[in-house]
């Protein structure tokens, strides 16, 4: 039996799916998909599929590629579908399915324990706090334990935990097979189990890390496989961006400078003037800091020989001290670097900083966009590519289908296959704004709809009154108020999304006014709790209290809430890219270079994808219901508005108040009996909805 076939009735009422869970009902867009995946993985080339909410696209990609018999990676955005895929997934597809596989989770060297930095850690107590003491001894409790070194293992691990790199690596700090700790190195360890196992699940930041490594010459993961799926698709040209560009900030150079002189004077003492050497290299950074002025968490362009707003002279002096400084301390480091391995470390990374100063000294590279992420205490200059196409189109090797089959007939093997997938990924049918951005104009496209039905579960609300975006004041007055009278009604449950900070502050502020005689309603608010404290609270409401969340960035897409803990989502205004942003801005000149409109073909597709993932917070499974609000007059009145709408699920529409009042009372009214968390809802074996 060919897979295509194979794969179409293991997802079958009589298939393995089916014997292994009885609550199993096939769905014709989940076995759609896994059978083009499998006829993909079979034939080779490339395949994008958007498929819905509800769909069960990680099934629909991970069956196939376990019944495939080939090497395969898999690659996600976040850390949280990488753990679920191995921990949860693919434990139980492997015993439905009847299949011994050797899977292999991979994450970057920061997420493992450094044997060797948790031995430096130590050796350095008596300058360290008291905080970073605790810290270490809980570390080295832990690490007596532990087999895989992966920190998130360890209890009461947080992931911005400001002393992880005490006892983690970087790409940068890492002394490779140098280290005298190297026989102990949970990443060597992880990727040796990788590159054994049958399939791979990393991240999309791996993927690129491992694809600049493997371009300078070493053999490493991607070599090694033939298929490769690419989850959570939506971010990987972002991503892909910032790898392929140049990055150097103020906190790589002084973290390398401290460094430098710790490592020195432990090392090297006596053999040059290290405390001097590192006091130049301080000094320069902070000149051209001071270049830049008082200004915090902006983004400044940088077209020019310097950024915008920032003298070019002063700018040029201050780099070129800079790169003199660094190349003063190269060479007192050259001649210590042959008697330990950190020294010579050292010396590498001095020369990469020192090409970066030369870098960043000139201006952009054709083709290139540079601007400067100003932070509270971190300067970051960037350049990148606009997109990941030319530098990518060469990897996915496509070819017409004739070509391909020559090419598997010479390599006695099917020709390397490429699956992409997200719930959201572009505006149209082609889903050209993804496949143009990541150099797939050739691929298979897929469009598969969710199941849900969407015109009995909710209803989008435009308010017909709604005072327009630009009247910032008034707009969020209004918004908070409606969102307001949503929570008062439903006992909370209910996500603002807002599409700036400060109309996440103004709203918040507002709310709060609002529902100040509500004590059994709390508005909380991105950025006063960490995210994961904040989903943790939202997700389990009590009938004493209830919650109000205002958010902004993250939480429009990756937020999943089933049940009815979630019945309002309320969209403050369409979420175009904002247009003074440096890679937007170069984006759109190259349309307008083409003589193409930039508001037609790059901010309206972008902004339609971006309201279609907000609005897949609402309806996350087949029982939820619910209210979307987009407070934004202009999807109804402007004539961009019908590709907006045409982008959102084909929910009931109402633009009367009466209307929204009456959706709201039916809420309140059927909210089920089974808890106010809704796990009555949510499948108790794990037929994915995603």
């Not at 968490?297 to 020989?305: E, Q």
């Not at 093997?413 to 149209?428: N, Q, R, Y």
Request: hydrophobic residues 45%; contains cysteine.
């Amino acid at each position: 039996m060919e897979l295509p076939e194979l794969v179409e009735a293991t997802f079958g009422t009589q298939g393995a799916l089916a014997q292994s869970n009885p609550q199993f009902k096939p769905r014709p867009g989940q076995t759609t998909m896994a059978v083009a995946v499998a006829r993909t993985l079979q034939e080779g080339g490339a395949l994008v599929v958007e498929a819905g909410t509800g769909v069960g696209k990680t099934f629909a990609y991970l069956i196939p590629a376990l019944l495939s018999g080939e090497r395969v990676l898999v690659s996600t955005a976040t850390k949280a579908l990488q753990d679920q895929i191995y921990t949860r997934d693919l434990p139980f597809l492997r015993k439905a399915l009847g299949i011994s596989l050797q899977a292999a989770l991979l994450k970057g060297r920061s997420s493992y324990l450094c044997p060797y930095r948790l031995e430096l850690a130590e050796s350095e107590q008596d300058t360290a706090t008291d905080a970073e003491v605790r810290w270490v001894a809980a570390v080295r409790r832990w690490a007596a334990t532990t087999q895989t070194g992966d920190m998130s293992e360890m209890p009461g691990y947080t992931e911005r935990s400001p002393h992880l790199p005490l006892v983690t690596s970087t790409r940068e700090n890492c002394l490779g097979a140098q280290c005298p700790s190297f026989s102990q190195c949970y990443v060597n360890k992880a990727r040796k189990r990788a590159l054994a196992a049958d399939l791979v699940v990393i991240n999309h930041h791996l993927f690129f890390a491992d694809l600049q490594v493997r371009e300078s010459g070493m053999a490493e993961l991607l070599p090694s496989v033939r298929a490769v799926i690419i989850d959570e698709a939506h971010q990987f040209n972002e991503t892909g961006i910032h790898f392929l560009g140049e990055q150097w900030s103020n906190s790589q150079v002084l973290d390398f400078a401290r460094e430098t002189l710790r490592t020195c004077n432990k090392l090297a003492r006596g053999l040059a003037d290290w405390p001097q050497l590192v006091f130049e290299v301080d000094q320069a950074c902070q000149g051209w800091m001071r270049c830049v002025g008082e200004a915090t968490n902006v983004r400044i362009n940088w077209a020019d020989a310097a950024p915008a707003g920032v003298d070019a002279p002063a700018w040029q002096e201050a780099l070129t001290r800079q790169a003199n400084a660094l190349q003063t301390l190269h060479a007192a480091l050259q001649d210590v670097r042959a008697s330990a391995p950190e020294l010579d470390r050292l010396a590498e990374r001095c020369q990469h900083h020192w090409r970066k100063a030369q870098l960043f000294a000139g201006p952009p590279r054709l083709g290139r966009v540079r601007w400067m992420d100003i932070g509270a205490v971190t300067l970051r200059m960037i350049e990148s590519p606009l997109d990941i196409a030319e530098d990518m189109r060469s990897h996915w090797q496509l070819a017409p289908a004739a070509q391909a089959q020559e090419a598997k007939t010479a390599e006695g093997g099917g020709a390397h296959a490429w699956i992409f997938t997200s719930a959201t990924l572009g505006a149209d049918a082609q889903l050209s704004h993804f496949t143009q951005a990541c150099g797939l104009e050739q691929a298979q496209v897929l469009q598969v709809p969710s199941p849900f039905d969407f015109a009995r579960q909710a209803m989008l609300y435009v308010p017909a009154d709604m005072p327009q975006p630009q009247d910032a004041a008034h707009h969020g007055a209004a918004v908070a108020q409606l969102a307001a009278e949503g929570a008062r009604r439903l006992g909370g449950r209910t996500l603002v999304l807002t599409t700036t900070l400060r109309a996440l502050r103004l709203i918040g502020e507002a709310l709060r006014k609002q529902l100040a005689d509500a004590a059994a309603l709390e508005v909380l608010v991105q950025g006063e709790q960490s995210k994961q404290r904040l989903m943790e609270r939202f997700r389990q409401p009590s009938q004493q209290r209830g919650y109000v969340l205002v958010a902004s960035a993250s939480f429009w897409e990756g937020f999943d809430v089933p049940g009815d803990a979630l019945q309002l989502v309320i969209i403050d205004k369409l979420p175009f890219p904002p247009p003074h942003d440096p890679l937007v801005q170069a984006r759109a000149k190259r349309y307008e270079e083409r003589g193409e409109s930039a508001f037609a073909q790059l901010f309206v597709p972008e902004a339609a994808i971006a309201l279609k993932q907000g609005a897949g917070r609402l309806i996350r499974t087949e029982t939820d219901k619910g209210i979307l609000v987009v407070c934004d007059p202009r999807i109804a009145s402007k004539s961009y508005g019908a590709r907006m709408l045409s982008s959102l699920p084909p929910m009931a529409r109402a633009r009367k108040l009466e209307s929204f009042e009456e959706a709201l009372r039916r809420l309140a009214a059927q909210r089920p009996s089974a808890g106010p968390d809704g796990d009555a809802a949510v499948p108790a074996v794990p037929q994915r909805s995603d």
